[in-house]
């Protein structure tokens, strides 16, 4: 059974940081890419960052030079480190796992918080 379980979530004032993590079970993790989309109440799923099993990583543009994201194969977990928050970064965080011919799968989601 695969389980992707996000943690990290919180509630933070503008400016700070959290470092929210994803620990998968049930997949071969190392040849997954992994993502973090993100959802705000009445609006569409949105597509935050992206690491692929080579470790190149991607980010929509609202959120370059702020956060992170990176992976321990090791430790079947996939990172996303969150600096300089912003209001418009309060939403519920999603984590994905994605391969080509395969299911996607799909975490329960971490709320994150951020006051101004």
């Known amino acids: 059974q695969v389980q992707l379980v996000e943690s990290g979530g919180g509630l933070v004032q503008a400016g700070g940081s959290l470092r929210l993590s994803c620990a998968a079970s049930?997949?071969?993790?190392?040849?997954?890419?992994m993502a973090w989309y993100r959802q705000v109440p009445g609006k569409q799923r949105e597509w935050v960052a992206a690491?692929?099993?080579?470790?190149?990583?991607s980010y929509v543009d609202s959120v370059q030079g702020r956060f992170t994201i990176s992976r321990d194969n090791a430790k079947n977990t996939v990172y996303l480190q969150m600096n300089s928050l912003k209001p418009d970064d309060t939403a519920v965080y999603y984590c994905?796992?994605?391969?080509?011919?395969?299911?996607?799968?799909w975490g329960q989601g971490t709320q994150v918080t951020v006051s101004s």
């Open positions: 049930g997949i071969t993790f190392s040849i997954y890419t």
């Open positions: 690491i692929t099993r080579g470790s190149s990583t």
């Open positions: 994905n796992a994605h391969i080509v011919l395969g299911t996607d799968h």
